[in-house]
């Protein structure tokens, strides 16, 4: 499985970005794909993850009702929609993908994307 991830960039807070996953090769070993990210000096951090069949989404709280997390099943492509940014979301974003159902672990990921950087300014 191969992910690229894109739409990362430089946003005021309060601004809004929509980072995009396309996923290729075996889609068809995939459960979900989650975004994860990270910030200098810390650790990856689940931000949100959907069941490729789209019945199941999972947010961490720092990111709920800020972050939509959605996918395009006919473009093998899932889609996080960050609104109301703030500072402490700047880091690295991280899409991946799993076969399992631990959604939030990190280590249950097998294949992950380049990341792409989401800055906040105050």
């Known amino acids: 499985v191969q992910l690229q991830a894109s739409g990362g960039g430089l946003v005021q807070a309060g601004g809004s970005l929509r980072l995009a996953c396309a996923a290729s090769?075996?889609?068809?070993?995939?459960?979900?794909l989650g975004w994860f990210r990270q910030a200098p000096g810390k650790g990856r951090e689940f931000v949100a993850a959907?069941?490729?069949?789209?019945?199941?989404?999972d947010y961490a709280d720092s990111v709920k009702g800020r972050f939509t997390i959605s996918r395009d099943s006919a473009k093998n492509t899932v889609y996080l929609q960050m609104n109301s940014l703030k500072p402490e979301d700047t880091a690295v974003y991280y899409c991946?993908?799993?076969?399992?159902?631990?959604?939030?672990?990190?280590?249950?990921?097998?294949?992950w994307g380049q990341g792409t950087q989401v800055t906040v300014s105050s």
């Open positions: 959907i069941t490729w069949s789209g019945t199941t989404t």
């Open positions: 090769g075996r889609a068809w070993s995939t459960y979900a």
């Open positions: 991946a993908h799993t076969s399992t159902s631990w959604l939030r672990e990190p280590h249950e990921y097998n294949y």
